[in-house]
């Protein structure tokens, strides 16, 4: 979750110096060869502990800072390639037994080498750390030894068709085990104190190392010089909150930024004809959804399967698409396009009578008060706060009297991964790419224990999500996704609202800027004509 929005701006500098202009970062060039790109973002980031981190946007700075087995190249997140393992990797014909043979002669930004013994920290790190999202990915994985200074043995506990794309997530950040020994860190469980240490230092052999960071305010990267692959001429990258798509826009016409993120298909329409900059539209797998509790001390009413279905059928989910930009999709369930199998909501799905006679069955005829959760925060250029205004509309027609609590992104995360959250906004966006992703939407599983929704009676959920999970036949994992889908359209504690479509601008002065969902900009392949 993996599972957003923001604004990226880079300048052309050879020393950055920045200074308060009208709220935004002013850049100077002082002479020299260097490249500095300031990248203007409304980020989620709560840490920049590889283990821990969970936010949408921790891979742009993982990817940045740490390497890992496998990686996603370019924009393409379907196909992640070998990196620091080689291309002589082999699989067993149970399909449980990775050998994965590593690239000699890497270091750490410290100067030590990357062995084998830190890819075995790194992923035992994480299964020791039960606080963490990240356990998810790690839960499937028996054993990982290492053989020899140049070898890697990862055991499966059973065959894993996503285990590839996992391996190119920021829960398989390969750290340097000694530095980070030395700071805290440990495999043994839920003892590791390296979080904090991590939060202001890196410890990996990635393009960059972290200079510093100053939460809701910039983090910057340097380049490592040491690092084994090839990378574009950019020496420093500033990562500089800026939530303000407008303001985003004019920082972008003003060359104070080179790529604003976090602007839609409305409001970049400013940007049209505007010599230098370009318009581009991207992939997203970026969804918003509305999270009901199912523990009725906590949910109440909202905890009812008929009240759930009745939201489903209340949303107004073309006047969402309208809200979001044309080329929004409407999901049917947690698959998004570019998943297999994956299914669209129906044209015309919202059905108020229908919604009218669910909300009797559950004994609220009259309707009812609830309070909604929304962070304050941007998807793809648009506000949640905009979105909460419009389900709140919706439901008024069905007698449900919707209270809005909007809190800022860091106050809202805890309680809702505690699951203490009646009825919230929230939004995800894949940790790999891949359809087992989002099976942590299933009853019982980790996503679902925030809507408190037990794996008990759901059987035929769960085999599905098994078959899914194992079957390597394209065709087959389509027909079982698109059967688990229309389960979940009738019940499930969520209701999916948007897919989100990607567009940015940029300046033209700009080079090889590859976008994907997963690190949003590839850091290291940035260059500055």
């Known amino acids: 979750m993996k599972r957003m929005t923001k604004l990226l701006s880079l300048a052309l500098s050879a020393v950055l110096l920045t200074a308060a202009v009208s709220g935004c970062a002013k850049i100077e060039q002082t002479g020299g060869d260097g490249k500095t790109d300031v990248i203007g973002a409304d980020t989620d980031l709560k840490t920049l502990d590889p283990g821990m981190m969970y936010e949408v946007y921790g891979n742009l700075v993982t990817y940045a800072a740490y390497d890992m087995l496998f990686r996603v190249k370019g924009e393409d997140m379907a196909n992640p390639q070998p990196s620091i393992a080689t291309e002589d990797w082999t699989l067993d014909d149970t399909r449980t037994l990775y050998t994965f043979p590593i690239r000699e002669g890497v270091k750490f930004s410290s100067g030590n080498e990357l062995t084998a013994k830190d ?44 285990f590839l794309t996992k391996l190119a997530s920021n829960a398989f950040c390969i750290l340097d085990s000694e530095t980070v020994k030395a700071n805290g860190g440990t495999t043994e469980k839920d003892k590791d104190t390296a979080t904090e240490w991590l939060n202001s230092h890196s410890a990996g052999s990635g393009p960059f190392v972290l200079e510093s960071w100053t939460p809701k305010d910039q983090l910057v990267l340097t380049k490592n010089k040491d690092y084994w692959g090839e990378t574009g001429n950019v020496e420093k990258v500033i990562i500089k909150e800026v939530p303000d798509a ?18 839609n298909q409305d409001n970049v329409a400013t940007l049209e004809g505007k010599e230098g900059i370009a318009i581009k539209t991207a992939t997203s797998a970026v969804c918003t959804f509305l999270m009901m509790n199912n523990d009725p001390a906590i949910g ?157 009676g759901h059987e035929d959920m769960l085999a599905l999500g098994d078959k899914i999970t194992s079957e390597s036949d394209a065709a087959k994992r389509a027909e079982y996704s698109k059967e688990l889908q229309e389960l979940m359209a009738e019940d499930c504690p969520y209701a999916f609202l948007l897919q989100h479509p990607k567009t940015y601008a940029l300046s033209s002065k700009l080079q090889n800027v590859a976008y994907n969902d997963l690190c949003k900009i590839q850091l290291a392949e940035l260059s500055v004509a």
């Not at 909300?359 to 941007?378: I, P, R």
């Not at 909007?406 to 009825?423: A, C, N, Q, S």
């Not at 940790?431 to 794996?455: H, T, V």
């Open 119 to 162: 890819v075995v920290f790194s992923i035992q790190r994480v299964q020791g750390m039960t606080a963490s999202s990240n356990q998810a990915h790690v839960a499937g994985i028996e054993s990982v030894t290492a053989p020899d200074d140049h070898t890697v043995v990862i055991k499966l506990k059973a065959p894993d068709a996503s």
């Open 246 to 263: 407008n303001t985003q826009i004019q920082m972008l016409q003003n060359d104070e930024i080179q790529v604003a993120l976090s602007v």
């Open 300 to 456: 109440k009413e909202m905890a009812n399967p008929k009240v759930q279905q009745a939201v489903r059928y209340a949303l107004d989910y073309e006047g969402l698409k309208k809200l979001a930009g044309g080329n929004a999709t409407l999901p049917l369930s947690i698959i998004p396009q570019g998943f297999v199998g994956a299914m669209n909501r129906p044209d015309n799905y919202q059905d108020i009578e229908k919604a009218k006679a669910l909300m009797k069955e559950a004994g609220y005829e009259n309707g009812f008060s609830v309070e909604l959760t929304v962070a304050n925060a941007v998807t793809e250029g648009l506000q949640w706060t905009t979105l909460a205004q419009k389900i709140q509309s919706d439901l008024k027609v069905i007698g449900i009297d919707v209270q809005l609590k909007t809190v800022e992104m860091t106050i809202m995360l805890d309680p809702y991964r505690k699951g203490e959250l009646p009825f919230l906004v929230m939004y995800w966006t894949p940790d790999y790419y891949d359809i087992n992703n989002q099976l942590e939407f299933l009853p019982g599983r980790s996503i679902a224990q925030r809507a408190k929704w037990s794996a008990e």
